[in-house]
């Protein structure tokens, strides 16, 4: 069965500094992945997905995701992060074969400080 | 382009009830899921409806049921509700094209249903 670890549950970035979040899948194949944002009280917003090709995606908000096959990683990216980026992020995989559904961590929350 | 739209906004039931959520896909959507977040949690896939036929779903008790209707508008009805049970229920559409394996079917996910259960 495929899983999604995202071993941070918060993190605290000051506004202007960079922002890695991690995210690490188990599945048998290369799997589709994605990351999504969710603002308090709002539904999840896709930030980017990857299903193939170039690993270094590039999605809305200024926000990257980087697949590296031999990590079973999906870092998420955001070079200078804003107040308005706080939220929590979930990092999900759906399967490359099959009906399609998507599998979430647990979440990252950020939080932004002056 | 009218967005996924979820009613109600928030419900308060009692365990050993039942309840109904409404989901109101995108336009030109065809299939709709759900999924269950737990508080703390990431959401869990429960269901999926194409076509009015469920297509797919999670680790979930017979309890938990759905419906699609022509318009591709959806319900999920929860049977006999545990205080488990308590959580943010999100439905998400997507298009699926017949015979296409559509590429995860980019889902666009409504703003849920507070599902509070006491």
């Known amino acids: 069965a495929q899983s999604v670890t995202q071993p941070d549950i918060h993190i605290t970035v000051s506004e202007g500094a960079s922002l890695e979040l991690r995210c690490n899948y188990s599945?048998?194949?290369?799997?589709?992945l994605f990351w999504y944002v969710q603002s308090p009280g709002q539904g999840l917003q896709l930030l980017l997905k990857?299903?193939?090709?170039?690993?270094l995606v590039q999605g809305i908000k200024g926000f990257e995701a980087e697949f590296k096959r031999s990590q079973s990683s999906f870092n998420l990216r955001k070079p200078s992060v804003h107040w308005s980026d706080a939220a929590e992020y979930f990092c999900?995989?759906?399967?490359?074969?099959?009906?399609?559904?998507?599998?979430f961590g647990k979440g990252t929350m950020l939080l932004v400080s002056p | 382009e009218t967005g996924v739209t979820q009613s109600p906004t928030h419900l308060i039931k009692t365990r050993g009830q039942q309840v109904t959520l409404r989901c109101s896909s995108q336009?030109?959507?065809?299939?709709v899921s759900w999924y269950q977040q737990a508080l703390g949690q990431g959401p869990q896939f429960i269901f999926q409806?194409?076509?009015?036929?469920?297509?797919g779903r999670g680790n979930f008790p017979p309890r938990f049921s759905g419906l699609q209707f022509p318009n591709y508008s959806s319900e999920l009805n929860v049977n006999a509700l545990e205080l488990d049970d308590s959580a943010l229920y999100l439905c998400?559409?997507?298009?699926?094209?017949?015979?296409?394996?559509?590429?995860?079917?980019?889902?666009?996910f409504g703003p849920g249903t507070r599902l509070t259960v006491t």
């Open positions: 998400a559409s997507s298009k699926k094209l017949a015979g296409v394996r559509s590429v995860a079917d980019e889902q666009y």
């Open positions: 599945y048998g194949a290369t799997p589709y």
């Open positions: 990857y299903f193939s090709g170039d690993t």
């Open positions: 999900a995989v759906a399967p490359s074969s099959g009906y399609s559904t998507l599998t």
């Open positions: 336009s030109g959507h065809n299939t």
């Open positions: 409806y194409y076509r009015e036929e469920e297509n």
